[in-house]
């Protein structure tokens, strides 16, 4: 049974950082892409940044790059990423999502997912 389970949310003030997790169990870690989506209140899930099987990253968009870093850690099935100069509408639920093969926009594409955990930023 594959589990996803994400770590690290929070309250954090405008301009910090927040460091989150997501680690994987029950698959072959290093064959599947990881993907990290967030929900805002009243707004749908959309995808902001994957790291593929090979540790290619793709953003959503490109330039979230410039606040965005990803990583993987195969020996410890586990995702991470950082994100910086937080802003109040980074508000959301972020969720942690896998998929076999190459990373993706299409959430669909996704079969495994965590349960989210909550950021929020906040004065």
């Known amino acids: 049974q594959v589990q996803v389970v994400e770590s690290g949310g929070g309250l954090v003030q405008p301009g910090g950082a927040l460091t989150l997790s997501c680690t994987i169990s029950?698959?072959?870690?290093?064959?599947?892409?990881v993907g990290w989506f967030r929900q805002a209140p009243g707004r749908e899930r959309e995808v902001k940044v994957c790291?593929?099987?090979?540790?290619?990253?793709?953003y959503y968009p490109d330039s979230l790059k410039d606040r965005l870093t990803i990583s993987r850690d195969d020996a410890n099935n586990r995702v991470t990423l950082r994100m910086n100069s937080l802003k109040p509408e980074d508000t959301a639920m972020y969720y942690c999502?896998?998929?076999?093969?190459?990373?993706?926009?299409?959430?669909?594409?996704?079969?495994?997912w965590g349960q989210g955990t909550q950021v929020t930023v906040s004065s």
């Open positions: 029950g698959l072959t870690f290093d064959e599947h892409s």
């Open positions: 790291i593929s099987w090979s540790g290619g990253v793709a």
């Open positions: 999502a896998a998929r076999r093969n190459g990373c993706s926009p299409v959430q669909a594409w996704y079969p495994y």
